[in-house]
């Protein structure tokens, strides 16, 4: 399974960004996809989730913010944040959680980060 995501860059406070994230490779079934975030001397955090039947979750400090949305196909899912902060800037990672056909248990892969910076 690999995840490749993209949109990450330089903003302004106040502005926005979309995050996307597209998963390929073989599964049995996906559980949740979503971004986790780390900035500099943090750890790493749970921005948002997206169950396969929709249910999703969000960190706090980003609701009313963010929206996450997973495509019908289950393969993509984007992360829309509205009005950007100084305390978004960080590295954010895309991420699943799938079942594999062949092993039990189920199985979490991450995708490279994309940085976002928003400045003051």
């Known amino acids: 399974v690999q995840l490749q995501a993209s949109g990450g860059g330089v903003v302004q406070s106040g502005e926005s960004l979309r995050l996307s994230c597209v998963r390929s490779?073989?599964?049995?079934?996906?559980?949740?996809m979503g971004w986790y975030r780390q900035a500099p001397g943090k750890q790493r955090e749970l921005v948002a989730s997206?169950?396969?039947?929709?249910?999703?979750n969000y960190v706090d400090s980003v609701k009313g913010r963010f929206t996450i949305s997973l495509d019908n196909a289950k393969t993509t899912v984007d992360l829309q944040m509205t009005s950007l902060t100084p305390e978004d800037t960080a590295v954010y990672y895309c991420?699943?959680?799938?079942?594999?056909?062949?092993?039990?248990?189920?199985?979490?892969?991450w995708g490279q980060g994309t940085q976002v910076t928003v400045s003051s």
């Open positions: 991420y699943c959680n799938v079942d594999h056909r062949a092993w039990p248990g189920n199985y979490n892969y």
């Open positions: 997206i169950s396969s039947d929709g249910i999703t």
């Open positions: 490779g073989s599964i049995y079934s996906l559980n949740v």
